[in-house]
């Protein structure tokens, strides 16, 4: 219908350029329908006769546009546009040929309705204007000469990959366009913008033509998984899974996590709508410390399409090192007994505590030498960045001397500790915390005023965010564990801890009687660590309160304590980018290397040993990165599939700096079992980022014809004629027809 209107294809109008081909100026045809509606207006005012209301002024519009429309005409409108020279340009038609492929859809595979489409005509086609080369892709592309070579059988798609390898073996050719067929399932992430606008700068169209359905009639897919690379022995951690399904909604299925064949945690969930993503968290323990590998998976309802994707498997590092924590403490207390049982309890935790028993006495527990902490509060970057952890309780602000307070910030800031500030007589705006550099560690802002300490019995209630947070998580189910907070005792005491910073979470609110709800647990990211209150020195009644054998207390602050320094970094920190290998080998390691100061070292030396999954060990030496003072990387291929063990060593100058380790797995064979419908956002954005089009299978007949119109390759500029458009006839129709109707039944026709 767009072609019987407009002459041409819509290509020709989105790619062409607009021109007016008479040699008179433009500012001629504007001054002279400026004319013609000025004589228009006079005659229909003159001569409206029995015309009434409205008529004539719609008239005098109608009349005015026909001139105008005709005048137009006379200025010789035309679309100018480059169109490639007939058998002086290539074609590059790159075919899907994995997996994936060899869904059947309707009987045929999808690589059968490739081979198909290009057989029938499309190949022909484009052979009588163009030189074709023909291409199979999957990881990578390589040049065939036939159909009939397409196997459906390469088990992973990389299309961004395959078009950079085209384009690289075609940078001396005239390549005019680029024809791919596929599924769109790729299986790298997307197409980076670099690809894109090396595509563009050559200007190069990608046209695509979508194959396979676009949704499956029965199916669940399990997208992502998100947890821990990390842990602690023990600990409990969430694994947040995505998934999505078709012809379940409404269903139940069990979601489930599994370490080799135990089964860690499962829990059953209701399927939500068609193609929706949703996401379901998973409770579960890290057990003893090594590297594991965790299948997370949905079972298979009956029915299923494709059982293939319900599961996927991520890995987790439980680390053996035992992080270790400051408390320092301003005046004996039931709190400070009772945290620090609870923290002997946990065997991955080692906690040092200070506690000022009088103005200028200082008594030590948990110390590993005589000589720690013997001269009060750490002065020395060196001596406070030994902890992981900071615990200050109820101790003014004015305790700690400005290169003390400065070191406290630097500890969340540069070195990645976390800070716990709490409740007392003398902590938070009571020990002028408010007034205090250290204010700006807080996740709240404090009250300026005194008198915030209250020995008021209160309450504590979750909030939202602390139903899901694993810090005030007693029990497994949430809604079981909200109640084992209603009916937990009474705090004893509290302090008035102000709001909340923007990008703090409150996690518990304390409701005494008779008054507003205000913060109790809050957290923050601070720098590259994680600052916390808990505005209350009277938690120790949740263990005086109940019966002896309950760990309630205990387990909470087990958790507060390993939250604080479960993420902070040692002086060498590993990571790579994807921990997953899904059919491919190159992996990058990374690695951040600091001083004792935790101030970043430029020159160390640092190297990569890795264990592979038969035992076979391998040595890396990691680059440092000319842009980012401190960091290294290497890079590397796993050369076999399974797990890997990858330690990451520094030092300089005979010193160790620091070490440790990064897990990651390499996996064949799985990466086609996802996105097995088409991806047809991922074609459409493609095409159209490139000057390209997308076309389904049963629209692909237009492609020969309007692949043409290029400015890629060895070209030539067209003029095409509009004015002789079947839509200006219509258009011209219409305004006379307009026109005679309102005269009509004015009655002076």
């Known amino acids: 219908m767009f072609e019987f209107l407009f002459k041409y294809p819509g290509t020709v109008f989105h790619k062409g350029q607009f021109v007016l081909l008479t040699p008179w100026p433009v500012w001629l045809l504007v001054l002279a329908v400026l004319a013609a509606a000025g004589l228009l207006l006079w005659h229909v005012r003159r001569n409206h006769g029995l015309l009434t209301g409205a008529r004539p002024v719609v008239i005098w519009l109608l009349e005015t546009a026909m001139i105008a429309l005709l005048l137009f005409m006379i200025w010789h409108p035309a679309i100018s546009i480059a169109t490639l020279?007939?058998?002086?340009?290539?074609?590059?038609?790159?075919?899907?040929?994995?997996?994936?492929?060899?869904?059947?859809?309707?009987?045929?595979?999808?690589?059968?309705?490739?081979?198909?489409?290009?057989?029938?005509?499309?190949?022909?086609?484009?052979?009588?204007?163009?030189?074709?080369?023909?291409?199979?892709?999957?990881?990578?592309?390589?040049?065939?000469?036939?159909?009939?070579?397409?196997?459906?059988?390469?088990?992973?798609?990389?299309?961004?990959?395959?078009?950079?390898?085209?384009?690289?073996?075609?940078?001396?050719?005239?390549?005019?366009?680029?024809v791919l067929l596929s599924d769109g399932a790729d299986n790298s992430g997307g197409i980076d913008l670099d690809t894109i606008s090396r595509i563009r700068r050559r200007h190069i169209p990608v046209h695509t033509i979508g194959l396979g359905r676009e949704k499956l009639d029965k199916d669940i897919e399990v997208m992502d998984a998100v947890l821990p690379t990390h842990a602690l022995p023990n600990s409990r951690l969430t694994a947040l899974v995505t998934f999505r399904q078709y012809g379940f909604a409404g269903k139940k299925a069990m979601l489930s996590l599994r370490d080799g064949g135990k089964v860690l945690a499962s829990r059953e969930v209701e399927l939500k709508g068609d193609g929706a993503p949703q996401s379901e968290a998973v409770l579960f323990n890290a057990g003893s410390p090594g590297p594991k590998t965790l299948e997370i998976a949905i079972e298979p309802l009956a029915g299923e399409e494709n059982p293939d994707n319900n599961s996927i498997r991520r890995v987790v590092n439980v680390e053996s090192r035992?992080?270790?924590?400051?408390?320092?403490?301003?005046?004996?207390?039931?709190?400070?007994?009772?945290?620090?049982?609870?923290?002997?309890?946990?065997?991955?935790?080692?906690?040092?505590?200070?506690?000022?028993?009088?103005?200028?006495?200082?008594?030590?527990?948990?110390?590993?030498?005589?000589?720690?902490?013997?001269?009060?509060?750490?002065?020395?970057?060196?001596?406070?960045?030994?902890?992981?952890?900071?615990?200050?309780?109820?101790?003014?602000?004015?305790?700690?001397?400005?290169?003390?307070?400065?070191?406290?910030?630097?500890?969340?800031?540069?070195?990645?500790?976390?800070?716990?500030?709490?409740?007392?007589?003398?902590?938070?705006?009571?020990?002028?915390?408010?007034?205090?550099?250290?204010?700006?560690?807080?996740?709240?802002?404090?009250?300026?005023?005194?008198?915030?300490?209250?020995?008021?019995?209160?309450?504590?209630?979750?909030?939202?965010?602390?139903?899901?947070?694993?810090?005030?998580?007693?029990?497994e189910d949430p809604e079981r564990n909200a109640t084992r907070w209603n009916t937990m005792p009474q705090l004893a005491n509290y302090n008035e801890a102000g709001e909340a910073k923007p990008g703090a979470v409150v996690l518990m609110n304390v409701a005494p009687a008779g008054r507003r709800p205000s913060p109790l647990l809050v957290t923050e990211n601070y720098g590259r660590g994680r600052t916390a209150v808990f505005a209350s020195s009277g938690s120790w009644r949740w263990r005086m309160w109940q019966d002896h054998n309950d760990t309630t207390h205990a387990t909470f602050w087990q958790q507060l304590l390993r939250y604080l320094v479960s993420a902070s970094p040692g002086q060498g920190a590993a990571s790579t980018p994807r921990a997953i290998l899904s059919d491919e080998t190159k992996l990058t390691l990374r690695a951040e290397v600091r001083d004792k100061t935790f101030t970043p070292v430029a020159n160390a030396v640092v190297e990569a040993r890795i264990v592979g999954p038969d035992g076979a060990t391998a040595s890396v030496?990691?680059?440092?990165?000319?842009?980012?003072?401190?960091?290294?990387?290497?890079?590397?291929?796993?050369?076999?599939?399974?797990?890997?063990?990858?330690?990451?060593?520094?030092?300089?100058?005979?010193?160790?700096?620091?070490?440790?380790?990064?897990?990651?797995?390499?996996?064949?064979?799985v990466a086609e079992n996802f996105r097995t419908t088409q991806n047809r956002e991922l074609l459409e954005k493609l095409a159209e980022q490139t000057g390209g089009r997308y076309y389904t299978a049963a629209g692909a007949g237009k492609l020969a014809e309007e692949i043409s119109y290029s400015e890629a390759g060895i070209t030539t500029r067209e003029t095409k004629d509009l004015w002789d458009m079947p839509v200006v006839f219509l258009l011209a129709l219409l305004l006379r027809g307009s026109e005679w109707v309102l005269r009509r039944r004015g009655g002076v026709v």
């Open 85 to 178: 020279r007939p058998q002086q340009n290539v074609v590059a038609v790159m075919v899907d040929d994995s997996r994936s492929m060899a869904i059947k859809d309707g009987g045929e595979t999808r690589g059968a309705q490739a081979a198909a489409l290009l057989g029938h005509k499309l190949l022909a086609a484009l052979g009588e204007k163009f030189q074709v080369r023909l291409y199979r892709f999957g990881k990578d592309a390589e040049r065939i000469q036939k159909t009939a070579q397409l196997t459906g059988a390469a088990p992973a798609t990389r299309i961004g990959d395959s078009l950079e390898q085209v384009l690289a073996e075609s940078a001396t050719l005239p390549l005019g366009a680029v």
């Open 621 to 669: 030496e990691m680059t440092p990165q000319p842009l980012e003072e401190g960091a290294y990387t290497a890079e590397w291929s796993a050369e076999k599939p399974g797990s890997y063990v990858a330690e990451i060593v520094a030092g300089r100058d005979k010193e160790e700096l620091g070490r440790d380790v990064v897990v990651f797995r390499r996996e064949d064979g």
């Open 322 to 475: 035992k992080p270790r924590i400051l408390y320092i403490e301003g005046e004996p207390r039931w709190e400070f007994k009772f945290i620090r049982r609870a923290a002997e309890d946990d065997s991955s935790l080692q906690l040092a505590s200070m506690l000022r028993t009088t103005q200028n006495k200082i008594y030590r527990q948990g110390i590993s030498d005589p000589h720690e902490l013997e001269e009060g509060f750490p002065a020395k970057a060196e001596e406070l960045f030994a902890y992981q952890g900071l615990i200050i309780g109820s101790v003014e602000a004015t305790y700690f001397t400005s290169t003390q307070q400065d070191l406290i910030r630097e500890f969340a800031n540069r070195r990645g500790g976390g800070i716990l500030f709490l409740g007392g007589r003398f902590a938070l705006a009571e020990g002028g915390y408010s007034r205090s550099p250290l204010a700006e560690l807080l996740p709240v802002r404090l009250p300026e005023s005194k008198g915030t300490f209250h020995r008021d019995f209160s309450n504590q209630q979750l909030t939202a965010q602390g139903r899901a947070s694993l810090i005030c998580r007693l029990v």
